[in-house]
């Protein structure tokens, strides 16, 4: 087995045990948090929170086209957008960082 192949076990493993449910343009992902951060800012009428998470996805989890910057995606319900999409081209593995839709 290579690096890839175990790194694909163990994340599988992972998103059995740790996944959490992701929906982008209509394809049902598996998905694991890897960073949650939630800040707030300050606008017009006070404080409004202002997450930010990180997901690692199987790159083979999407069939035809990845994710891309800007697009939305639902966590457990809750709509994000893509700020940021990291993969190494050696990796079997995707990094999206989202944050709130307002932007």
Known sequence: MGLESDILTDLRQLLTEH???ARWQGLDLLVL???IRREQQMEVGG??????????VPKAAFPNTLPKFGER???E???YRI???????????????L???DE
């Open 99 to 101: 944050s709130t839709t």
């Open 73 to 75: 995606i639902k966590v």
């Open 47 to 56: 404080f409004v929170e202002s997450p930010e998470l990180s997901l690692r």
């Open 83 to 97: 700020s940021q999409v990291s993969a190494h081209p050696r990796s079997p593995l995707l990094t999206l960082s």
């Open 19 to 21: 996944g959490v449910r």
């Open 77 to 79: 319900g809750i709509e």
């Open 33 to 35: 948090v890897s960073r």
